[in-house]
C-alpha cells in the first residue's frame, strides 16, 4: 500500500508532489540528498534547501538506524515531498515500532544538556530547530510517518 500525500494541509493547492522509494540501507542516504537537491532547487531558497536537506539526512538516518533497526534491507522507506506556495513538506513512512517524538524532544530539553554533546540524539534537535512544524505518527497498525514542515516566508 502506498502512502497518501495527504499532510492535512487544506489551504493552499499541492504545487509538485514527488515521492521516492529507497531500500533500508544508510548508503541510500546519498541518493536521497541528491533525489531531494534536484527536484527542490527550483522551488527552495538556498538556506531552506540546505535547512530541508539536514533535517531530511538525520531523518532518514533516524529511520534507517533506528526505526527499520529489525527489519530487512528490502523494507521500503518511501519520502513524499510537497511543494505548496508557501512551505514544503517532507513526509518519510517507515515500517518500524512507534516512537513518542514529542515526548522524547520534552525529556532531552529537560535535561540541562548541549545537544551537540549528545551521541546519538542530536539528530532531533536539528530536525525540530530546522523545520517549523515536526510532527511523527501511526499512520496504521504497520505504519509511521515523520512529517516535516518547513514554511519558505520567514512571516508566516
Keep these: ?6 499532510t492535512g494541509n ?3 493547492s499541492l504545487l509538485k508532489p514527488f515521492q521516492l522509494t529507497v531500500k533500508t540501507e544508510i548508503i541510500a542516504l ?20 540546505w535547512e530541508c536537506k539536514l533535517a531530511l539526512s538525520e531523518g532518514f538516518t533516524n529511520t534507517v538506524l533506528y526505526a527499520h533497526e529489525n527489519l530487512p534491507v528490502t523494507a521500503p522507506i518511501i519520502i513524499n515531498v510537497n511543494f505548496y506556495q508557501t512551505w514544503v513538506d517532507i513526509l518519510i513512512w517507515n515500517q518500524g515500532p512507534f ?8 525529556e532531552l530539553t529537560q535535561q540541562n544538556v548541549d545537544p551537540l554533546e549528545l551521541e546519538s540524539e542530536r539528530g532531533l534537535f ?3 530547530k530546522l523545520t ?10 504497520e505504519r509511521n510517518c ?4 518547513k514554511f519558505l516566508l520567514s512571516n508566516i
Design 10 to 12: 487544506n489551504n493552499q
Design 126 to 128: 536539528f530536525m525540530d
Design 99 to 106: 516512537f513518542d517524538l514529542k515526548a522524547k524532544l520534552t
Design 30 to 49: 546519498e541518493k536521497v540528498l541528491i533525489w531531494f537537491e534536484t527536484i527542490a532547487k527550483p522551488y527552495l531558497p538556498p538556506k531552506i534547501l
Design 132 to 141: 517549523d512544524q515536526l510532527d511523527y505518527i501511526r499512520v496504521d497498525y
Design 1 to 6: 500500500m502506498v502512502p497518501s500525500n495527504n
Design 146 to 149: 515523520l512529517k516535516m514542515k
